[in-house]
């Protein structure tokens, strides 16, 4: 039984590569799992409440329902065009995960592990976290993100975390769950620092779930992590045996290494908190970088999954996420380096094995190949390939997917360096046609092994090759030719080929937002020179009818000169409090018509916050002074 998880992906923003990573390890998992036979199941989905959503929807002219169920949709359509084969989407705005979490908050206060306090501290809006003074970094910002973060002082549920310091260290080492390995001292040495009790409920805003109605006390809004973490229970509908809940605990929990904390201590004494079984395993992988750089908005360079894909395709995409880097590490995204691996590997290892082998079938035996005699000429070579498919088996099994398809190039490498040792179409000139055919038997073997194994991280091509040798990946030719070590005998025929070189970058360059120095346009003296800055004096200044932001100035000038000026300050002035000061005026700007008034000239204001504020002499100075 095969319980595998992605994250609840967190709606404040559309789908990038963290996420696709997560979701395509989750996804090969599960095929290698129901490849086995075991019964699996599969959950991804989306996290939609919190301070976060609340803001990103106002900012966004939303309400938060209407723009969590847009941003869910892009991240179901974009895993439904991807091909992941997820069995259960979940949402946190689904009725059966509130009533869920409602149940689980009341089953822990009834245990006493829940108590009413009060809160104060610094939280980060953008991690969804709390943190002490001593936690954060320089200014108060946020340890984790670096942004800046709220000092807030609220009533508040607590949870007892601290109580539950000593069990979950004592799980670490008995159970030993954390992927990869090296991530568990990180998280005994933040919980050996001492938990302290978590606050659970906020007061300081309305999007997320109430507590139960049995408290009474329904201005608080629960968590969100209390919320979030709580589906991987009410999606299988648990607390109602449902059909699924069997499937209850994870075999594994995969998360970006930003979250490992919450899923790994949070998680965990929540389970501990409502007696229920815990999880095998909680794995945590790195972030990527594109060409050695965070990938941020800003600096242009974010790879969007579905470009991506559509660039190159969506096998190469997933083969180069998971051969590119070991699983935990962080890893950069160069595109030189993923059209090399399509090439060297996909093409020239993959793709080509397939063409020699069916070229050959087809020259040497009608397409037919044998498998009969493979044992008298290539013991030691089945013996070598056999080693690496089990290596390979064990590296996806603890998640090292780089590893796992290391190994499995390393048998097909082995095939095509077989051709080139034992020269098939000089043996055949020889006469020794039993040993060439032979030796494409193994290939052929090899090929289809490699590709049961392989079909978990690339479905589409292992079914194209099964296609062409003539066979079907199934769970009882993984049982057939991996485990009981069988040969197979195979029809041939011709192809397409599996894979093409890829001859150029097909991503958009990168084109970094300018900053906010490189917009302003420089200018030289001369430039300079021409603008011509004068003071003026406001001998009237009234509303424009049928507009709230424009008032209508005359302005005096040298030698009683006046002029009508119209400025965009109505919001933030009475038009009587101007008259009689001293303004600062563009003179030598070109007349213009705005809202049906002459304007001659432009009445200089610095943008102070939300106001603009006129820009005045320090004092009274000749009207039509020049400024400079």
């Not at 799992?33 to 002219?61: C, P, S, V």
């Not at 340890?143 to 069990?167: A, H, I």
């Not at 559509?310 to 083969?319: S, V």
């Amino acid at each position: 039984m095969r319980y595998i998880t992605t994250p609840i992906y967190y709606v404040n923003d559309v789908p990038h590569l963290g996420h696709t990573y997560t979701t395509i390890i989750a996804d090969t998992l599960a095929r290698f799992y129901r490849l086995q036979g075991e019964q699996t199941l599969f959950l991804t989905g989306t996290d939609e409440h919190g301070q976060k959503i609340e803001q990103a929807a106002k900012q966004r002219n939303s309400n938060p329902k209407t723009y969590a169920d847009k941003i869910s949709a892009e991240f179901k359509e974009l895993w439904d065009e991807f091909n992941i084969t997820y069995d259960i989407y979940a949402r946190t705005t689904d009725e059966r995960h509130i009533k869920c979490v409602q149940t689980m908050f009341m089953k822990m206060f009834e245990k006493g592990d829940i108590y009413k306090g009060t809160y104060e501290g610094h939280y980060c809006v953008s991690c969804e976290s709390f943190f002490t003074q001593s936690q954060l970094l320089v200014n108060n910002t946020c340890p984790d993100c670096g942004k800046n973060t709220q000092l807030v002082k609220e009533e508040s549920y607590f949870f007892r975390l601290s109580k539950y310091e000593t069990t979950i260290l004592k799980w670490y080492e008995e159970a030993d769950p954390i992927l990869p390995k090296n991530k568990k001292n990180e998280l005994a040495n933040f919980v050996q620092g001492g938990l302290k009790d978590l606050s659970i409920t906020r007061t300081s805003f309305d999007w997320g779930i109430t507590l139960p109605k049995e408290m009474n006390d329904e201005k608080h809004i629960i968590y969100v992590w209390l919320d979030a973490l709580f589906i991987y229970l009410s999606s299988l509908d648990y607390l109602e045996n449902g059909k699924n809940a069997k499937f209850f605990p994870a075999h594994i929990h995969l998360v970006g290494k930003d979250i490992l904390r919450f899923h790994a201590v949070y998680w965990i004494a929540f389970l501990m908190s409502a007696d229920l079984p815990l999880p095998r395993y909680i794995g945590a992988h790195g972030w990527w970088t594109r060409d050695g750089e965070k990938m941020s908005k800003s600096k242009g360079n974010v790879i969007k999954p579905k470009e991506l894909k559509d660039a190159y395709g969506i096998e190469p995409m997933r083969y180069f996420l998971l051969r590119e880097i070991p699983f935990g590490n962080d890893g950069d995204f160069n595109e030189v380096a993923f059209i090399n691996r399509v090439n060297s590997e996909l093409c020239n290892e993959l793709g080509n094995l397939l063409s020699r082998i069916v070229g050959m079938s087809a020259k040497y035996s009608n397409s037919s190949i044998q498998s009969k005699d493979i044992k008298e000429f290539f013991t030691s070579e089945l013996t070598q390939v056999k080693e690496y498919l089990f290596n390979a088996i064990a590296f996806l099994e603890n998640v090292q997917t780089s590893r796992y398809l290391e190994e499995l190039f390393k048998a097909l490498s082995l095939a095509n360096s077989s051709i080139s040792k034992y020269e098939p179409w000089n043996l055949i000139k020889s006469g020794d046609t039993k040993k060439a055919n032979a030796l494409v038997a193994l290939c052929a073997n090899i090929l289809a092994r490699v590709s049961v194994l392989l079909s978990p991280a690339l479905p589409q091509s292992c079914e194209k090759i099964a296609l062409t040798l003539g066979f079907k990946i199934t769970s009882e030719n993984y049982q057939k030719l991996i485990l009981d070590d069988q040969l197979l005998s195979f029809q041939s025929k011709s192809c397409e080929p599996l894979f093409t070189k890829i001859e150029e970058v097909r991503l958009k360059p990168v084109v970094q937002e300018p900053t906010q120095e490189q917009k302003i346009q420089k200018i030289k003296i001369d430039d300079f020179a021409k603008i011509e800055i004068k003071i003026a004096l406001v001998k009237d200044c009234q509303n424009i009818e049928g507009s709230e932001k424009l008032l209508k100035f005359i302005l005096e000038l040298e030698n009683g000169e006046l002029r009508q000026v119209l400025s965009g300050i109505a919001k933030y002035y009475e038009p009587q409090s101007l008259i009689g000061k001293q303004v600062c005026l563009l003179s030598n700007l070109k007349k213009a018509k705005i809202f049906g008034h002459e304007s001659d000239g432009m009445i200089l204001s610095a943008k102070s916050g939300d106001k603009l504020v006129l820009i005045s002499p320090e004092q009274l100075v000749e009207n039509g002074s020049i400024v400079s």
